[in-house]
């Protein structure tokens, strides 16, 4: 992880912070082979060029987004309202955070890639394997 995405979560407060520096270490974890980055202003990791997770201040707390994430089909995550296939979650305090979850979503994101620089759906790195 970068220094520019330590200092994305530096510039949160106390709360928002917590929150953010678990998620980037979570997602470090799982996705230790992809490129991470401040896009569009927030912390985004991407495998081969195409965004799979990042997350963002808002408002309502700090919401992870999942580029490919209605694919996942898991109730927890809403759908976006754009063109995409986008899903996410907000948090308000570190401890709504899943584990669990947030380490099967990051699965999901490996397996189920849309491809949006082709906008052609395909299969993640461990399907290619079979």
């Not at 230790?32 to 707390?61: C, Q, R, T």
């Not at 949006?116 to 299969?123: A, E, F, G, Q």
Request: contains cysteine.
């Amino acid at each position: 992880m970068g220094n520019d995405i330590q200092s994305y979560n530096q510039r949160q407060t106390p709360e928002e912070q917590m929150i953010c520096q678990q998620l980037a270490k979570i997602i470090h974890q799982n996705l230790p082979e992809s490129e991470s980055k401040i896009w569009h202003a927030h912390p985004v990791w991407f495998i081969n060029g195409n965004p799979i997770v990042g997350y963002s201040k808002l408002k309502s707390g700090i919401r992870l987004l999942f580029w490919s994430g209605v694919s996942f089909e898991e109730e927890a995550l809403q759908p976006g309202t754009g063109k995409f296939k986008d899903a996410s979650i907000t948090y308000t305090d570190a401890q709504q955070i899943n584990p669990g979850d947030l380490n099967r979503w990051l699965q999901k994101s490996i397996d189920i890639q849309w491809d949006y620089k082709n906008i052609v759906k395909r299969k993640g790195i461990l399907e290619r394997l079979k």
